[in-house]
């Protein structure tokens, strides 16, 4: 079975410095991650994900994320916040295969201090 | 609109009422993913199809719940006899399920249920 581990349910932020969003996975066969964010009252929409090939995947709106197979881990990083980047985000996993559903973490909330 | 829609967006209903939720994805879209948000908490997978076919409902909670993609397009989830346990936002996504890689799902805005 698979499972994501997002740690820390709220990350506060100033205006301009880096954004670290943390991700750990369980998964006994190689995985597919994704990083999505929800804004209010909206969908999910994709950030990036990360199915094989480079391991630092670079997505929109300047976030990135690298694939650490040794940490099982799949951090989401930008180099500097921007006020609208005020949301919540949920690191998610599909596993190789036939399967094909998202199994989600329980999600970061992201405030970004002026 | 090119996204993918759902109605309502958001349902009272009382305990022990039926509901249904519509859920209309991306034309030409042949994967189709329902997910329950419980308040707080990430979204976790109910059923899916694949056109018409619902290939996978392991998520479903009870058989209270129910799901249906007839034509292959519009999909409907069915809740009989709503409990307090089921308030949630429903979230639907579709794909266009290219193999081998997994294909992006792309959210509609859920529809916020809760039971009084």
């Known amino acids: 079975a698979q499972s994501v581990t997002q740690l820390g349910s709220h990350v506060s932020v100033s205006e301009g410095a880096l954004v670290l969003l943390r991700c750990n996975y369980s998964?006994?066969?190689?995985?597919?991650l994704f990083w999505y964010v929800q804004y209010p009252n909206q969908g999910l929409q994709l950030l990036l994900k990360y199915t094989t090939g480079a391991t630092l995947v670079k997505g929109i709106n300047g976030f990135e994320a690298e694939f650490k197979k040794s940490e099982t881990s799949f951090h989401l990083t930008k180099p500097s916040a921007h006020m609208s980047d005020a949301a919540e985000y949920f690191c998610a996993v599909s596993e190789s295969g036939s399967a094909r559903q998202l199994t989600f973490g329980s999600g970061t909330q992201l405030t970004v201090l002026p | 609109g090119a996204g993918v829609s759902q109605s309502p967006r958001y349902k009272v209903a009382k305990r022990g009422q039926d509901v249904a939720l519509r859920c209309d994805p991306i034309?030409?879209?042949?994967?189709l993913f329902w997910y329950q948000q419980a308040l707080g908490q990430g979204p976790e997978f109910l059923t899916y199809?694949?056109?018409?076919?619902?290939?996978?409902k392991s998520g479903l909670p009870s058989d209270r719940f129910f799901a249906e993609r007839p034509e292959g397009s519009v999909s409907t989830l069915k809740i009989q006899r709503t409990q307090q346990e089921d308030s949630a936002v429903y979230l639907c996504a579709s794909s266009l399920a290219r193999a081998p890689a997994p294909e992006t799902q792309y959210f509609g805005p859920g529809t916020r249920l809760l039971v009084l």
């Open positions: 034309s030409g879209h042949v994967s």
């Open positions: 998964s006994s066969v190689p995985p597919y």
């Open positions: 199809f694949q056109n018409e076919a619902q290939l996978d």
